[in-house]
């Protein structure tokens, strides 16, 4: 069995706009809006960026958010805190989601 995600897929991103250009061309003026300086950083953005990439397990977001990170002068351990951020988080949601659960058992027991 084959690598299911491919790495050269990353540069031909901008493919998925050749059958619906209103709506990439919507998508990617929002995308750029999005990581532009504001109240934050782009480079904070960056690394915010990288670890929900870690989170919802992207590995196309996580190699352009690494190359982006390296070329912003966020070093390794930043990027490794960012990930753990995110890991916690995602980690505190599945036990949270544990409650629910815990209610149905509640619920069911005589």
Not at 26 to 34: E, L, Q, R
Not at 83 to 90: G, L, M, N, S, T
Request: net charge negative; hydrophobic share 45%; glycine share 10%.
């Amino acid at each position: 069995m084959g690598d299911y995600y491919n790495s050269e897929d990353l540069s031909k991103f901008g493919s998925m706009g050749e059958n619906a250009p209103a709506l990439w061309d919507k998508f990617m003026g929002w995308y750029g809006d999005v990581f532009e300086e504001g109240a934050l950083t782009a480079r904070e953005k960056a690394l915010i960026a990288f670890g929900v990439a870690h989170a919802i397990q992207c590995p196309y977001c996580i190699d352009a958010y690494t190359q982006a990170l390296l070329e912003k002068g966020v070093n390794q351990e930043q990027m490794i805190e960012a990930v753990h951020a995110a890991a916690a988080i995602r980690g505190g949601a599945t036990l949270a989601h544990a409650l629910q659960a815990k209610n149905v058992i509640k619920k069911l027991e005589l």
